[in-house]
C-alpha cells in the first residue's frame, strides 16, 4: 500500500525527491501547489503528477493527500508545515526544520495535538553508510573517539539564490551547515558549548561558517560550511587509534567509501550506492502505515534546532556559549552580580581592542594581561560561567 503524497512548493530539490519515490512502492507522489497556478500545472504535466494547485492552501486541503513534503524556503518552514499538520496531513519537512528551539518544541506540540507524524528532512541518515559508520565505532575501529571534522560547502553566485538572502533565513550554516552539526550530534551526543565564527555577505547572510562543539567526555567537533567556496563534502571521524573518513558523506548515492586510517595504514571499505530520499521518504511512510517509528523525530529535532541557536548566537556575541540547558543553569536565575560580571567582560573586551588599536594610551603587556586575567577569575567564580543560549 502506497501513501500518496502532495509536494508544497517547485523548488529544485524536488526533482531528488521525486526520482527517490519513482523507486519505491510505497511512495506515491500526486501532486504539487504552487503560488502560480499556471506553474503548478506546467511542473504537474512536466513530473507526471495527477493535479496541480494553485496555492499551498489549497494543496494542503486535498482530502486525497495523506502527507506533504514541504521544500518552501527555511523562513518558512514552521509556519507551513504547522498549518499542514493542522490541515491533518503528515509532514517531512525539509531540513533545517527551524533553528529556534521554541518554535521546534511548538510545532511538535501541534503534530502530537492532531495525531499527525512530522519529520526533518535530513536524508543523510538514513543512508546504510551510516549505519556501517555507527558498527566500524562501536567495533572500536578508531578507538575511543576524540574528534570530529566535517565540511559542507558549495558555490552560490547568484545573488538572487535564497540561500543568499537573509530575509528567508539562508546562509551556509543553515543550508548546509547543519547536516554537519547534525553528523555530530549523532557521532558524539549533544554538545555542552559551542562557538561560532561567522563571515557575512552584504546582505548579512553568512557564506562561510565555522562552529567548534565541545561534547560530554572532552569530543571536540569542527563543523565548517560555505556558500563562496568550492564543493566539499567531508566528515572524518577521530579516535585515540585511528579515523574514519567519508568523501560522499552527506549524499553516498554514486561510489560511497569508508576509508579507515590507522598507523598501520588504510583500507577503503566499499558500500552500495542507495537513494536517501527514497529511503527517508519510504521511512516516513512506513511510519505514518504504523509499520515503524520515524527515524527522526522531536528530540532531534529540537536538540538540532538547540545547537544551531547556540552556535548563531555566539557568532553574534564573539564569545562561547552553553548550547543545552544545565541543571545548575536552569535553576539559577541571572542575579545582579551575573550582570554586571556579563558587563565587566563586554567592557573589558572593548578596551583590551582599544588599546591594540591605540585609540587609548597604551598600558605594558603585563597590565593587559591583568585585565585579562582578572576577567578570565569573574568568570569562573560560579556566578553565570557562560551565557545560556536556549
Known amino acids: 500500500m502506497a501513501v500518496r503524497w502532495g509536494m508544497l512548493s517547485t523548488a529544485r530539490i524536488n526533482e531528488l525527491v521525486l526520482a527517490g519515490a519513482r523507486r519505491s512502492d510505497g511512495v506515491q507522489i500526486v501532486s504539487v501547489g504552487s503560488r502560480d497556478r499556471a506553474r503548478a500545472e506546467a511542473y504537474a504535466r512536466e513530473q507526471g503528477l495527477e493535479r496541480a494547485h494553485g496555492s499551498y492552501q489549497e494543496l494542503i486541503g486535498d482530502p486525497d493527500i495523506e502527507a506533504v513534503y514541504i521544500s518552501l524556503p527555511n523562513a518558512s518552514h514552521i509556519e507551513w508545515s504547522t498549518r499542514a499538520l493542522r490541515a491533518g496531513k503528515h509532514v517531512l519537512c525539509e531540513k533545517p526544520l527551524t533553528r529556534h528551539v521554541r518554535e521546534a518544541e511548538e510545532i511538535f506540540d501541534v503534530a502530537q495535538q492532531e495525531g499527525r507524524l512530522l519529520m526533518e528532512g535530513f536524508m543523510w541518515r538514513h543512508n546504510p553508510q ?5 558498527e566500524l565505532i562501536a567495533d572500536g575501529a578508531i578507538g575511543k573517539l576524540r574528534l570530529i571534522r566535517a565540511v559542507h560547502s558549495f558555490t552560490a553566485d547568484d545573488p538572487r539564490d535564497i540561500r543568499l538572502l537573509t530575509e528567508l533565513d ?24 559551542v562557538y561560532g565564527e561567522a563571515v557575512r555577505n552584504e546582505a548579512g547572510a553568512d557564506v562561510r561558517f565555522v562552529g567548534i562543539m565541545i561534547f560530554p567526555g572532552g569530543i571536540v567537533s569542527q563543523v565548517t560550511s560555505g556558500l563562496d567556496v568550492p564543493e566539499i563534502h567531508e566528515l572524518e571521524v577521530i579516535g585515540d587509534a585511528g579515523s574514519l573518513f567519508l568523501s560522499d558523506p552527506w549524499h553516498g548515492w554514486t561510489a560511497p567509501q569508508i576509508e579507515v586510517r590507522t598507523d598501520e595504514g588504510s583500507e577503503r571499505i566499499s558500500l552500495h550506492p542507495s537513494d536517501p530520499y527514497r529511503l527517508e521518504l519510504e521511512n516516513l511512510s512506513a511510519a505514518i502505515l504504523g509499520e515503524t517509528n520515524p527515524l527522526l523525530g522531536r528530540e532531534d529535532a529540537v536538540a538540532q534546532a538547540r545547537a544551531l541557536e547556540a552556535l548563531f548566537a555566539s557568532a553574534d ?19 545582579a552580580a551575573g550582570t554586571s560580571t556579563l558587563r565587566l567582560r563586554r567592557r573589558t573586551r572593548r578596551r583590551i581592542a582599544r588599546i591594540s588599536a591605540g585609540s587609548v594610551n597604551a598600558r605594558p603587556s603585563s597590565k593587559i594581561d591583568a585585565i585579562r586575567s582578572s576577567e578570565a577569575s569573574a568568570f569562573t567564580s560560579g556566578v553565570i560561567p557562560y551565557l545560556i543560549c536556549v
Open 170 to 193: 539562508g546562509g551556509s550554516l543553515m543550508d548546509v551547515g547543519c547536516y554537519c552539526v547534525h553528523a555530530s550530534r549523532h557521532l558524539a551526543g549533544e554538545p555542552e558549548r
Open 317 to 335: 556575541r564573539g564569545e562561547p556559549g552553553a548550547a543545552r540547558r544545565t541543571a545548575y543553569a536552569a535553576s539559577v536565575a541571572p542575579s
Open 130 to 134: 551510516v549505519q556501517r559508520l555507527d
